[in-house]
């Protein structure tokens, strides 16, 4: 009876223990898509009087099928010009959205749009690099450019030197290692190579660089580029092991064709190969963004094909409106959102951008309102529940972004003692409601069965 009396006295006291943090059910993590509403390049006279955000969730993705983004933002603001002069006004929005492998989703143009004053407007798709699933809209934005940007290395008529390598006689049944050796200098010359043709690795020894591909084709062909002084292949090898040690005497391994051309000429070439959708100046700054993130430091630059793909190249729409002298417009974007889940807590956590709007020369009141029928759990803002979810209301813009978590039930929510997320004043509100009820409810049921046991000892 003793053990029966402390498991009851242990679950009233943990009806009443409750952590201030959240922390979420071990599993696999999907990242998600920010959203976010108008951005501009650079600075507007136009002011923003009113901005209304519209946050529409009323199912959840499933980050393992194929799906189209089941949930969205709508966003209306009200222009006004103080100015004596008609101001353009020209914004970005995201246009499509990755899914969780990384590809455009299927149908999202219906997601995205604005209009002007109830007016749907004709965007100018627009194509910016990204480094990864966060939103950086206003650095993004900051690099699309109507003409070719600049750079400290590349320029549109530099030499590219392409050298084209056969394997013949290649094993099928194991990897071969097709290995050239490079000498090169750095200052002057950026390597290139992509894995059209398999895997591919590089390293530099000595001075000198080894670009190793690994295929397991009986023939292929193989590119490198030497973008500016023309590089040196000192040997050209093909290994049956990784470290470079088995040579594979049945293969061989030699130059079939070299030519040169310009780098926007190279430029063009992946265009057509990989984004015959994006315009030539902006694939060009696009280009330049990535090989310098690629680079290695030593000149070396490796770019997997997935790299061309939506994971790698976000996607605008541009809209040119116009705001007339001492006057307003009533705009309205609409954006995809997609979460990032934990798929066995499940919790999903969106994020919106709103900072974006400081670009305006003010802001006056901004209200939001969270559509949805699940349950709020982390926030950075503060909402009050209502009839259609959680809503704000208030005066400027908050310091930061909207980032919160929802649920399908409260059960979902698992605290604990360490690390995690902070609650939502509303959702802590109603887990200590619950925990003093069930808590309560345990108390009483401890203690009719002391009073019992004492009934029974009298009699």
């Known amino acids: ?218 023939e292929c062909i193989m590119e490198i580029f030497s973008i500016g002084e023309e590089a040196s292949v000192l040997s050209a090898k093909v290994y049956s092991d990784p470290d470079a040690k088995i040579v594979n005497e049945s293969a061989t391994f030699e130059c079939i064709s070299s030519r040169t051309q310009t780098f926007l000429e190279f430029s063009n070439l992946l265009r057509a190969s990989f984004g015959k959708e994006v315009s030539e100046t902006d694939w060009y700054n696009f280009l330049l963004d990535l090989l310098e993130d690629r680079g290695n430091g030593f000149g070396a630059v490796y770019v997997p094909m997935e790299w061309y793909s939506a994971a790698h190249l976000r996607t605008w729409y541009e809209y040119l409106l116009s705001v007339p002298a001492n006057g307003r417009v009533t705009a309205e974007i609409g954006c995809p959102l997609l979460p990032a889940v934990n798929e066995s807590g499940p919790t999903y956590r969106y994020n919106y951008l709103l900072s974006p709007a400081r670009r305006f020369s003010s802001v006056g009141g901004l209200e939001i309102e969270l559509i949805t029928p699940f349950y709020l759990g982390y926030s950075t803002l503060s909402f009050e529940a209502s009839d259609g979810g959680y809503a704000l209301s208030r005066e400027g813009l908050p310091i930061g972004e909207l980032s919160f978590t929802l649920a399908p039930s409260m059960s979902d929510y698992q605290s604990s003692n360490g690390g995690g997320e902070e609650l939502s004043p509303n959702m802590r509100l109603a887990i200590i409601l619950l925990s003093v009820i069930g808590g309560g409810a345990a108390i009483a049921g401890v203690a009719a069965i002391i009073y019992a046991r004492r009934r029974r000892k009298k009699h």
């Open 1 to 218: 009876m003793k053990v029966t009396y402390a498991a009851c006295v242990m679950a009233a006291v943990s009806f009443f223990t409750f952590p201030g943090t959240l922390s979420v059910h071990a599993g696999r993590y999907h990242e998600g898509e920010d959203g976010c509403g108008a951005v501009l390049k650079g600075e507007s006279p136009v002011a923003i009087e009113r901005e209304k955000v519209s946050l529409h969730i009323e199912e959840f993705p499933d980050p393992t099928s194929d799906m189209v983004c089941p949930s969205y933002a709508e966003t209306q603001y009200i222009f006004h010009n103080p100015t004596q002069n008609e101001e353009p006004v020209r914004l970005y929005t995201p246009a499509f959205v990755c899914d969780y492998k990384g590809c455009t989703l299927t149908d999202p143009a219906h997601l995205s749009y604005c209009k002007a004053d109830g007016e749907k407007m004709e965007g100018v798709l627009r194509h910016t690099f990204r480094t990864g699933y966060a939103l950086e809209a206003e650095e993004e934005v900051a690099r699309l450019c109507d003409e070719k940007r600049q750079s400290e290395f590349f320029s549109p008529e530099m030499p590219v030197h392409a050298l084209s390598y056969r394997l013949k006689n290649g094993c099928v049944d194991e990897i071969d290692h097709c290995t050239l050796t490079l000498s090169y200098n750095p200052a002057r010359t950026r390597i290139y190579f992509d894995n059209r043709s398999g895997g591919a690795r590089e390293e530099v020894e000595n001075g000198l660089l080894n670009i190793a591909f690994e295929t397991a084709r009986e």
